[in-house]
C-alpha cells in the first residue's frame, strides 16, 4: 500500500504507523529502505512449553553468537530458510550442568533459540516504541483504530452496499466527512453547560382535579 502511494502520487510519508501483525521485521525492512519511520507494536516473544522465553536470550551480532541469562554462549547454528534465521543450539553438557535447566527446556539435548534475521531491525523498533516520541504514536494509532471502527461498524464501510470501486471510493469519502462533521459538533458542543431540570418539588401543591 505504502509502496503503491509513493509510485503513483509521489508522496514519501514520514512515518507509518501500523498493528502488531503489520509490525513484521520483512515489512518494517522495506519500510526503512524507503527512508520512513515505522511505529508498531512488537509482539512479545513466547515458549510454548510455557518455560523460559527467547527474550532472556541476548544476541551479539558481531560475535554472532547467542548468550543464556547464566552467562553460557553458543555460536553453534543451523540455518533455517522457511523461518528466516538461524536456530542456535547450546551444548547438551552445559545445559544438562545448568541449575536452570528444568526452567529453560524439556529437550535433554539442550536448549535451541532461534534468530530471525530481522532481529536488529525489530530491537530498533522495540527500543523506538519505548521513546517518548514511539509511545505518541502508538496512542495516535489507537485513535485512528477507533474512527476505523467507526466507519466500518456504524457506517456500513465494513459490508458496503456499492459495486465497483468507484462506487466505494465515494461511499469512504462520505463517510469520512460524516465522522468529521461529528467530531466538529462534538467539540463545538464541549464548552456548552448542559441543561438540567429542576427537581421535583415534593412539597408543591396539586392543581385541584376537576369532577367528572
Not at 82 to 103: I, L, N, R, V
Not at 133 to 158: C, M, Q, S
Request: net charge positive; aromatic share 8%; charged share 25%.
Amino acid at each position: 500500500m505504502v509502496e503503491e502511494m509513493v509510485s503513483r502520487y509521489s508522496i514519501l510519508p514520514k512515518q507509518v504507523i501500523g498493528d502488531t501483525a503489520y509490525g513484521t521485521g520483512e515489512n518494517r525492512q522495506k519500510i526503512t529502505k524507503m527512508q520512513i519511520l515505522m511505529s508498531a507494536p512488537i509482539q512479545r516473544s513466547t515458549n510454548p512449553t510455557g518455560l523460559l522465553e527467547s527474550d532472556w536470550f541476548v544476541f551479539d551480532k558481531r560475535l554472532d553468537e547467542v548468550t543464556c541469562p547464566l552467562g553460557y554462549a553458543t555460536s553453534k547454528k543451523v540455518r533455517n530458510n522457511k523461518s528466516h534465521g538461524y536456530q542456535f543450539k547450546f551444548q547438551e553438557e552445559t545445559c544438562q550442568a545448568c541449575p536452570m535447566f528444568a526452567q529453560c527446556t524439556t529437550n535433554k539435548k539442550g536448549r535451541t533459540v532461534f534468530i530471525s534475521d530481522f532481529y536488529e531491525i525489530m530491537e530498533q523498533g522495540r527500543s523506538y516504541n519505548q521513546t517518548d516520541e514511539g509511545k505518541k504514536a502508538l496512542i495516535a494509532r489507537y485513535d485512528v483504530e477507533r474512527t476505523n471502527h467507526e466507519a466500518a461498524n456504524h457506517h456500513g464501510l465494513r459490508k458496503p452496499r456499492t459495486r465497483g470501486r468507484e462506487s466505494l471510493r465515494i461511499a469512504s469519502k462520505l463517510t469520512a466527512m460524516v465522522i468529521n462533521v461529528k467530531i466538529m459538533v462534538k467539540k463545538a458542543t464541549e464548552s456548552i453547560q448542559p441543561f438540567y431540570r429542576y427537581k421535583k418539588c415534593e412539597n408543591r401543591v396539586k392543581a385541584p382535579v376537576c369532577p367528572n
